[in-house]
T-cell receptor, first 110, second 118 residues
Framework: QKEVEQNSGPLSVPEGAIASLNCTYS??????FFWYRQYSGKSPELIMS????GDKEDGRFTAQLNKASQYVSLLIRDSQPSDSATYLC??????????FGTGTQLKVEL | GAGVSQTPSNKVTEKGKYVELRCDPI?????LYWYRQSLGQGPEFLIY????????DSGLPNDRFFAVRPEGSVSTLKIQRTERGDSAVYLC????????????????FGPGTRLTVT
């Protein structure tokens, strides 16, 4: 079982819709969770961090964390074509390294 | 302010050669990380520096890989006797130094160095 699992996609949503990206992790001691956006040929760009159970909103983005279920998600409201990218879920537990999932490719269609 | 910078952006080398990849972190960030990303995969941890010392090098794949950070700022990742399997994008990230409370500061990535071993 991989430590951080994501559906590779592609996830296709129409412009203006809500995109829902999901991530599960296996290490129960994980404390910090991050979402990165990565455009093709570019490096990962941090878009959200979440540390406590519940929701955290930042503009069109909402991160949701459920530590009991070992589940973290990212919602993107009013999806735009510029949101088309690969979204990487990253988890930090004991130690200071990030463990990444393989990423979910999101396509926002006109 | 300036972000993490990495040089070179691309490096093509022949199998068996030695390469050095450089990372300049965000000013004021005392923690520095190296990751490697292969096509279709997420970044994979290599090594983490707190100041000048390597606090965790558990991700280095073998003894051909070595990294230094002599003055606690710029870091160099060194790969000896390169192999075709070393071809990947090498990413550097930096953050504020994680506190003893366990709070994990956000990591910011540089643009990466694409290494191709022929």
């Amino acid at each position: 079982q991989k430590e951080v699992e994501q559906n590779s996609g592609p996830l296709s949503v129409p412009e203006g819709a809500i995109a829902s990206l999901n991530c599960t992790y296996s290490d129960r001691v994980s404390q910090s969770f991050f979402w990165y956006r990565q455009y093709s040929g570019k490096s990962p760009e941090l878009i959200m961090s979440i540390y406590s159970n519940g929701d955290k909103e930042d503009g069109r983005f909402t991160a949701q964390l459920n530590k009991a279920s070992q589940y973290v998600s990212l919602l993107i409201r009013d999806s735009q074509p510029s949101d088309s990218a690969t979204y990487l879920c990253a988890v930090a537990g004991g130690g200071n390294k990030l463990t990444f999932g393989t990423g979910t490719q999101l396509k926002v269609e006109l | 302010g300036a972000g993490v910078s990495q040089t070179p952006s691309n490096k093509v080398t022949e199998k068996g050669k030695y390469v050095e990849l450089r990372c300049d972190p965000i000013s004021g960030h005392t923690a520095l990380y190296w990751y490697r990303q292969s096509l279709g995969q997420g970044p994979e941890f290599l090594i983490y520096f707190q100041g000048t010392g390597a606090a965790d090098d558990s991700g280095l794949p073998n003894d051909r890989f070595f990294a230094v950070r002599p003055e606690g700022s710029v870091s160099t990742l060194k790969i000896q006797r390169t192999e075709r399997g070393d071809s990947a994008v090498y990413l550097c990230a930096s953050s504020l130094n994680p506190s003893t409370s366990g709070f994990f500061y956000e990591q910011y990535f540089g643009p990466g160095t694409r290494l191709t071993v022929t």
